[in-house]
C-alpha cells in the first residue's frame, strides 16, 4: 500500500500562486502513478491533472492548462502541483492519489490523501 500525505493548502488572493506538495510513504518501490484532484463545495471530484511514473508525461484538466504545473520527485516520493494565476474557481478541496502503472491515469486511482483546502479570494 500507498500512504498520501498533502501540503501547501491555504488562502491566497486572485491571480496568486501556491504549491502543493503530495508526500508518499509505504511501498513506494513499485512503479505508480498520481494524480491530483479537487473538490468544491456542492460539486463532484474532478481530476486536475495526472503525471505517469517517470515523470515525463502529464495531463491536465482543460481549465488548468497553462496555469498549474504537475510533476514529481521519485528519489523523495513526493508530488507536486505548482498553480499559478490563481481565480476563486480554483477553490476546493486538493487531493492527491495513487495508483500503479506506468502510465498516466485519470481513473482508477487506488489510494487517496486526506486533502488541503484551496481557498482562492477576491
Request: charged share 15%.
Amino acid at each position: 500500500q500507498v500512504q498520501l500525505v498533502e501540503s501547501g493548502g491555504g488562502l491566497v488572493q486572485a491571480g496568486g500562486s501556491l504549491r502543493l506538495s503530495c508526500a508518499a510513504s509505504g511501498r513506494t518501490s513499485s512503479r505508480y502513478a498520481m494524480g491530483w484532484f479537487r473538490q468544491a463545495p456542492g460539486k463532484e471530484r474532478e481530476i486536475v491533472a495526472a503525471i505517469n511514473w517517470s515523470g515525463t508525461s502529464t495531463y491536465y484538466q482543460n481549465s488548468v492548462k497553462g496555469r498549474f504545473t504537475i510533476s514529481r520527485d521519485n528519489a523523495k516520493n513526493t508530488m507536486y502541483l505548482q498553480a499559478n494565476s490563481l481565480n476563486p474557481e480554483d477553490t476546493a478541496v486538493y487531493s492527491c492519489a495513487a495508483r500503479y502503472g506506468i502510465s498516466w491515469y485519470t481513473n482508477g486511482y487506488d489510494y487517496w490523501g486526506q486533502g488541503t483546502q484551496v481557498t482562492v479570494s477576491l
